[in-house]
C-alpha cells in the first residue's frame, strides 16, 4: 500500500465528520437482539443454529441492496464438531447442579450414563499409583497444582486417563466454554469450585452428544462496486458463529462475541450501499462461519477465494465491539505502523475512544489467515465494560454498546483515509 500524504490523512478527518446520528445504534441493537433470541439458538451448530443467522444476514444484504458473486450471497463448507443437543443430567450426591451455572460440559465430552464415586487428583499424575482411579471418576482440582509444569503434565495425562469412569475439572473463577472439532473416548465435566462440596462424592452424569463429521454451514459475501478502483477491495469481515446451545435448557446468546461485530458490518453494508456514500474501491463484506470452531470459514476462505488475495488493499476484521470504556485494541497495530499511526492520530483529532491500543501478530480471529497469506489486515476489538465472555451471561440486555457511534465513525473514517489513495 502506497506511503499516504498527511494532507489526505486530514482531508479524511475532516470528511466524514459526524457522519453517525443514532440510526446505526439504533439498527445495532436491533440487529444484536435478533441474532441473540432464542430462534437463533446461539448461532451454534445444534439445530442449524448458525444457518438459521447466516439465512438473516443473507437478508440483510438483499434488503441494502449488497451485489453478489453468483446467485445468492453463500461459499459453503463443511467441518467437524462435536455438539450437545439432548440430554444434560448431572447430580452430585442427589443434588442436580445446573448447566451453565454450576458445571459446563468439556466441548471434547463423549456422551453416555455413568454413575460412580470420585478420586481426588491434587498431585502430579507421575506420582498417582497405577489403576487406583479405576471405575471412579477422576477429580482434578487445578487450583491445587502449583507449578506450569505440573499444570502442562496434568494436562497432558488427561487426554488419556485410562479406566477412570470420567473427568471432573473443578474451576475456581468462571465458567467459559469453547467448540471442540474431535470427541474424547469419556465424559468430562467442568464444575465450578464453590458449586463442589464433598471430595467423596457420588455423581451421576446423562449426556448425550452428536459428532458431525461434515456440518454444512456458509460463509455470507456481498460487495458494494468502486466507482474509481472496482477492481481492487477493502474488506469488512465479522464471524456470526457463536457457542450454541448446550443440552436441550443453555443458550449462550453472543451479544458481544459477536453480534456486535456483525451488527457494525451489517451498518457498514448499508452506509456504502446508499448511491451517495459509493467508496472508490470495491468493498467487500464477509460474515465468517466456523469462528468458534478454529477460524474455520476465515481459512476456508483464504483457501477457495471468491475474491482474489491479490485484490485486497486492506481487511478489516470487526469481532467485540459492544464495549469500549477503556478504548480499542488493535491487532497487527505493530505490524502495519504507518496505519494503526493514521487511524491514531484520526482519534486523537476527533476524540472518538479514550485511547488505541497495539498489538503484534495473534491467530485471535478471522484477520488471521488472511494476514499469513499477506493481505494487510487490522482486527479491532473493544477493551473495557462487561466481563462477559463465551459464558451464558453474554446477553443484548446487559450489553452496552458505550462507544458504538463513536465507532462507527472512526471506522468510517479510517475507512475514507484507506479508500482516497490508490
Request: a negative charge; aromatic letters at 12%; hydrophobic letters at 35%.
Amino acid at each position: 500500500m502506497q506511503i499516504r500524504i498527511l494532507s489526505l490523512l486530514f482531508f479524511s478527518i475532516f470528511y466524514c465528520n459526524n457522519l453517525c446520528n443514532g440510526q446505526q445504534l439504533e439498527y445495532a441493537q436491533k440487529v444484536i437482539n435478533k441474532l441473540c433470541s432464542n430462534e437463533f439458538e446461539g448461532r451454534g451448530y445444534v439445530n442449524l443454529g448458525d444457518r438459521l443467522a447466516a439465512n438473516y444476514i443473507s437478508s440483510q444484504f438483499e434488503l441494502n441492496g449488497l451485489q453478489k458473486f453468483g446467485e445468492n450471497y453463500f461459499q459453503f463448507f463443511d467441518f467437524s464438531v462435536n455438539t450437545f443437543p439432548g440430554t444434560m443430567d448431572l447430580i452430585v450426591d442427589g443434588k442436580e447442579l445446573y448447566p451453565g451455572v454450576d458445571y459446563l460440559i468439556h466441548p471434547a465430552s463423549k456422551g453416555g450414563r455413568c454413575k460412580a464415586t470420585c478420586i481426588i487428583v491434587r498431585k502430579p499424575p507421575g506420582d498417582l499409583k497405577k489403576n487406583e482411579h479405576k471405575g471412579k471418576w477422576l477429580v482434578v482440582d487445578k487450583s491445587k497444582l502449583d507449578s506450569k509444569d505440573d499444570k502442562r503434565k496434568m494436562d497432558t495425562w488427561l487426554s488419556n486417563p485410562g479406566n477412570a469412569e470420567g473427568v471432573i475439572v473443578l474451576e475456581e473463577k468462571k465458567l467459559t466454554w469453547h467448540v471442540s472439532r474431535e470427541v474424547k473416548k469419556y465424559p468430562i465435566v467442568v464444575i465450578l469450585q464453590d458449586s463442589w462440596n464433598n471430595d467423596d462424592a457420588e455423581v451421576e452424569l446423562k449426556l448425550k452428544n452428536k459428532f458431525e463429521k461434515k456440518h454444512h454451514v456458509p460463509n455470507v459475501l456481498g460487495y458494494v462496486k468502486g466507482s474509481k478502483f472496482p477492481e481492487k477491495y477493502i474488506v469488512f469481515s465479522a464471524h456470526y458463529d457463536h457457542l450454541g446451545r448446550m443440552g436441550q435448557e443453555t443458550i449462550f446468546p453472543g451479544a458481544n462475541d459477536n453480534a456486535s461485530g456483525v451488527s457494525m458490518l451489517l451498518n457498514m453494508a448499508r452506509h456504502f450501499a446508499q448511491a451517495d456514500n459509493q467508496p472508490e474501491h470495491s468493498i467487500l463484506f464477509i460474515a465468517f462461519a466456523g469462528e468458534e470452531a478454529g477460524l474455520v470459514g476465515s481459512a476456508y476462505y483464504t483457501q477457495h477465494p471468491i475474491v482474489e488475495l491479490e485484490k485486497m488493499s486492506f481487511l478489516i476484521n470487526l469481532d467485540l465491539l459492544g464495549t469500549g470504556d477503556e478504548g480499542m485494541m488493535v491487532v497487527n497495530g505493530k505490524i502495519h505502523q504507518e496505519e494503526f499511526e493514521a487511524i491514531k492520530t484520526i482519534n486523537d483529532e476527533k476524540k472518538y475512544l479514550p485511547i488505541i491500543k497495539s498489538r503484534g501478530k495473534a491467530a485471535n480471529s478471522d484477520h488471521y489467515y488472511f494476514s499469513e497469506k499477506g493481505v494487510p489486515s487490522f482486527f479491532f476489538y473493544t477493551l473495557g465494560g462487561i466481563e462477559a465472555y463465551h459464558d451464558v451471561n453474554d446477553i443484548a440486555d446487559t450489553l452496552p454498546l458505550t462507544e458504538y457511534e463513536d465507532l462507527f465513525n472512526l471506522i468510517l473514517d479510517f475507512h475514507r483515509y484507506l479508500d482516497i489513495v490508490e
